[in-house]
């Protein structure tokens, strides 16, 4: 079991900056990937960005360039540059521990808000 606690959302404006951070606990020895979704209000969630233990980075189109994630063993930030009122939705944080099953987990999730 992974247990996974976010921090670091709250309210921003357009063009502004917020950083966010997520703990793994638990049986966090060596995660194979972990990263960041978002769900907005009315639609599905979408992949934000992920990376690996070996640092391979993938994004969602709509945050290459502006936004950067990263990892120190059993955490994972997702710093947020030139933030735009579309990215305003709650963000969850994600692990998935090992590349041989499918199993997941997923955090509570914190809301990022940008005003225009």
């Known amino acids: 079991q992974v247990q996974l606690v976010e921090s670091g959302g709250g309210l921003e404006q357009s063009g502004g900056s917020l950083r966010l951070s997520c703990t793994a606990t638990?049986?966090?020895?060596?995660?194979?990937?972990m990263g960041w979704y978002r769900r907005a209000p009315g639609k599905r969630r979408e992949l934000v960005a992920t990376i690996t233990r070996g640092g391979t980075t993938n994004y969602v189109d709509s945050v290459k360039g502006r936004f950067t994630i990263s990892r120190d063993d059993a955490k994972v930030f997702l710093q947020m540059d030139s933030l735009e009122p579309e990215d305003t939705s709650v963000y969850y944080c994600?692990?998935?521990?090992?590349?041989?099953?499918?199993?997941?987990?997923w955090g509570q999730g914190t809301q990022v808000t940008v005003s225009s």
């Open positions: 994600y692990a998935r521990p090992s590349v041989l099953t499918a199993t997941a987990y």
């Open positions: 638990g049986s966090v020895s060596d995660i194979f990937i």
